[in-house]
């Protein structure tokens, strides 16, 4: 082995003992059993990140910053609350990529919920395809 392979090798070593024991961390270790990934992770959480996690917020107060300072848990799109008025799949898939954003962004990284308010499909997507339930719930509705 030359000098400059020894180096490299010497290099590429250090490099992964470094990787290896820098970061880890238990709550983030698929491979740890749930109940010792959770007791992790509540062991490394402030007061702040704790309340931030049991909110949820309504979608048109989601910021990324929001998401990130407040620690935020879940994040609501309420009846009829749109990124824009009729707002492409691609318009709230951006929107929630960035809420998740400012979610992953903190200490922890602790990913959002995101949920909405919609029925049939996802009747605030325009042009989204929604299920006919209505015309099965009005089926039921016969006069007897
Ligand atoms: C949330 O959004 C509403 C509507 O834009 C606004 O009136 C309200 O002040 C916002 N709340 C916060 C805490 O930013």
Redesign the pocket.
Known sequence: MGSLHKTTFVLLMFCLAALGSADYLKYKDPKQPLGVRIKDLLGRMTLAEKIGQMTQI?R??ATAE?MSKYFIGSVLSGGGSVPSPQASAAAWQSMVNEMQKGALSTRLGIPMIYGIDAVHGHNNVYKATIFPHNVGLGATRTLC
């Open positions: 309504e048109e107060n929001a």
